[in-house]
């Protein structure tokens, strides 16, 4: 099992196999460029990814922007578990939970 940690400010990511995991908000360009470096080095090698944001209630329209990328484009296949109630009905209200595969966990 290959675990790669990645810590930016106030967010922690760590993936593994082809699961990402975030920790923390998710509201900085900083959070946005460690989010697609680590998704980038998976995305190389697997074309099925999960993500699983812990704890965050937001996320930047660069991280939703880079998402509707990945899906659309690059025809990378994403699936998404959110913690928080307040994300979850965020991505309702832009009509991103069925493009996201987004669950409430």
């Keep these: 099992m290959n675990l790669n940690i990645h810590k930016d400010l106030f967010m922690e990511i760590s993936s593994s196999e082809n699961i990402v995991t ?39 329209s660069s991280v939703i922007g880079y998402f509707n990328k990945l899906i659309l484009k690059d025809k990378i296949d994403i699936s998404m578990t959110v913690s928080n109630s307040q994300l979850i009905e965020l ?3 832009l009509n991103l939970v069925q493009l996201f595969k987004a669950r409430k966990v």
């Design 22 to 60: 975030i920790k923390g908000n998710i509201k900085t360009v900083s959070n946005y460029k460690t989010i697609k470096s680590a998704i980038d080095n998976l995305t190389t090698k697997k074309k099925n990814i999960t993500i699983k944001i812990a704890d965050s209630f937001s996320i930047t």
């Design 91 to 93: 991505l309702e209200d």
